[in-house]
């Protein structure tokens, strides 16, 4: 049972170009969310995707964006780099239906440097 | 808004040892609760969770019990193994039909030394 995947492992960009990070979800699982952990920090939370929609945002500016495909994959976009991007990226997912068994599982994230 | 403070790492200690690891939380519902395990070079894992009051998580020989009185949810383990040496990641999320993140604490960095 393949777990959450993540590509690419590491990338590196210049300021003020564009990024796109991809996952694939657990088998079974139908929704997506994105997480930004700064070195030293918590993963920080970017947004949710469900049935290939945003269903839920945290505090990130319309730089980041996001896609969710019909067979549940989705990307993270990052336009107008800055240094600050600098971060691990992670993917997790579950099953879209919230609950007290509600679980996201983590992807082994993608590390993104910004020069 | 909703947060998680957890005790500031490092925390080093030699195996066997009894390990406790503080978390508090603020929030303006009712959360469940998680704790994460993050080993080197890895994903999140989680190791742990409690939906609600007086629920105690275990696995692994780790345990947590949610302490709605105390906003609290420490994790113990009896005795660590050099292999539980690993960041140690306490976070929660709201109940309610429009609250699916999570919130994270910054994490605690476990070393335990033979």
């Known amino acids: ?115 | 808004g909703d947060s998680v403070t957890q005790m500031e790492g490092p925390v080093t200690l030699s195996e066997e040892a009894f390990l406790t690891i503080n978390c508090t939380y603020t929030a303006t519902g009712y959360p469940s609760l998680f704790w994460y395990v993050q080993y080197p070079g890895e994903g999140l894992q989680l190791l742990l969770k409690a939906t609600k009051a007086d629920d105690k998580g275990s696995n692994k020989g780790f345990e947590a019990t949610y302490r709605k009185e105390t906003t609290s949810f420490h994790l113990e383990k009896g005795s660590v193994q050099v292999s539980d040496s690993a960041v140690y990641f306490c976070a929660l999320r709201l109940s309610g039909g429009s609250n699916y993140k999570l919130t994270f604490g910054k994490g605690t960095l476990l070393t335990v030394n033979p």
Not at chain 1, 3 to 15: D, E, F, M, Y
Not at chain 1, 68 to 78: A, I, K, W
Not at chain 1, 103 to 108: A, K, L, V
Request: aromatic share 14%; with cysteine; net charge neutral.
């Open chain 1, 1 to 115: 049972d393949a777990g959450v995947t993540q590509s690419p492992t590491h990338l590196i960009k210049t300021r003020g170009q564009q990024v796109t990070l991809r996952c694939s979800p657990k088998s079974g699982h139908d929704t997506v969310s994105w997480y930004q952990q700064a070195l030293g920090q918590g993963p920080q939370f970017i947004f949710q995707y469900y049935e290939e929609e945003e269903r839920q945002r945290g505090n990130f500016p319309d730089r980041f964006s996001g896609h969710q495909y019909p067979n549940y994959s989705s990307e993270l976009n990052v336009n107008a780099l800055l240094l600050g991007d600098s971060a691990l990226y992670l993917c997790a997912s579950s099953w879209g239906r919230t609950g007290s068994s509600y679980e996201q599982y983590f992807g082994p994230g993608t590390r993104l440097t910004v020069t």
